[in-house]
């Protein structure tokens, strides 16, 4: 006679599937967190929101059509890369990095990127050189024909594409997240730098890989984020109230 089977034998086998539920259910979650924290970095990097402004949970929440507390996931991490400021009782704000910061974030790069150019110059292939030949052409194309989107995107894209190139996949976070906080910056004190000029010192850069000059090549990129950084407003004279009110004549 067959033996019967338990209660607890009968239920087992839906405990799998209500695991796999829930995990897939987070996944989900997670899925949106990143997408709305990828979009508002985007967002800024592309120069589409500017430092100082208001990041409304709710509005937030009905463009992506999740719930306030994804939102709030991601402005949290978003917060965490210095990207979003939080402040109590008055919600989430693109943040506003001060000129020490500014000036920081730069020195941060010149070391970071100088050390990375002088390896990749021993190991760059030729098949790498030419995918930097492509970029700096889209690049090129983007400056002439005005696209600011565009060519923000690609003439940042350029230092996280030789970061890559490396294969070493933390360098390309830290160089990513760097070069959001460097968007952010420019946003705030760019004066009247050049698009053009700094994709002409992106082809100096390829050239000098090109030839194997790592002496060149780093002398180049230093010479490229301190052109970067002298375009900057972070030298602001002090107000002087009575000229600042002097008539024009």
């Given at each position: 006679m067959p033996r019967s089977r338990s209660p607890?034998?009968?239920?087992?086998?839906?405990?799998?599937?209500?695991?796999?539920?829930?995990?897939?259910?987070?996944?989900t979650e997670v899925s949106a967190t990143q997408r709305i924290a990828e979009s508002i970095t985007s967002a800024i990097v592309e120069r589409r929101l500017m430092p100082g402004t208001k990041l409304a949970e709710q509005q937030i929440a009905d463009i992506f059509k999740v719930?306030?507390?994804?939102?709030?996931?991601?402005l949290n991490q978003l917060s965490r890369d210095r990207l979003v400021t939080l402040e109590p009782a008055r919600g989430a704000f693109v943040a506003q990095p001060s000129v020490d910061e500014a000036r920081q974030v730069f020195e941060?790069?010149?070391?970071?990127?100088?050390?990375m150019i002088?390896?990749?110059?021993?190991?760059?292939?030729?098949?790498?050189?030419a995918e930097l030949r492509a970029h700096c052409k889209a690049e090129r194309a983007a400056v002439s024909r005005t696209d600011v989107t565009g060519r923000?995107?690609?003439?940042?894209?350029?230092?996280?594409?030789?970061?890559?190139?490396?294969?070493?996949?933390?360098l390309a976070q830290l160089l990513t997240d760097l070069l959001s906080r460097s968007s952010l910056i420019s946003l705030m004190y760019q004066s009247s730098?050049?698009?053009?000029?700094?994709q002409q010192e992106h082809v100096a850069i390829v050239d000098a890989l090109e030839r194997r000059d790592a002496r060149a090549a780093v002398k180049l990129v230093e010479q490229h984020l301190g052109n970067v950084e002298r375009n900057l407003r972070l030298n602001p004279r002090a107000s002087d109230l009575a000229l600042a009110?002097?008539?024009?004549?």
């Open positions: 607890l034998q009968l239920v087992a086998p839906a405990a799998p599937a209500k695991a796999s539920s829930a995990k897939s259910s987070r996944a719930s306030r507390t994804l939102v709030r996931q991601a941060v790069r010149k070391m970071l990127e100088s050390a002088r390896q990749l110059c021993t190991r760059i292939t030729d098949a790498q050189i923000t995107r690609l003439l940042a894209d350029f230092h996280v594409v030789l970061a890559n190139m490396l294969g070493n996949e933390v730098h050049s698009a053009e000029h700094s009110l002097q008539p024009v004549e």
